[in-house]
């Protein structure tokens, strides 16, 4: 199987910095976009940042210049790293990618959730 492990979230006052990983085990034959995705209550799941294998980026526009995302392939891991956070970047984040199993074809996959809160 393959599965999505998070961590690095929690409590962090505006200004700020916080920093996501996100890696991926099981019986992967290839990673394509790895990318984090957040959700706050009663609202949609919103794209924040994705990466593809070839280390293009793209950025929600709320977030440029502020979280940068990254990813190590040989461990199959993703990061992001937010400065500059600001009450509003409050939510559960959630890491997303679409990976091809060894035993099937590509599909996305995500993780459990890792909540970042932003106040004073």
Partial sequence: QVQLVESGGGLVQPGGSLRLSCAASGRIASINTMGWYRQTLGKTRELVATIRG?????YVDSVKGRFTISRDNAKNTAYLQMNSLKPEDTAVYYCY???RPTYGLSRDYWGQGTQVTVSS
């Avoid at 070839?54 to 793209?58: D, L, R």
């Fill in 54 to 58: 070839g280390g293009s980026t793209n």
């Fill in 97 to 99: 990618s679409n990976i």
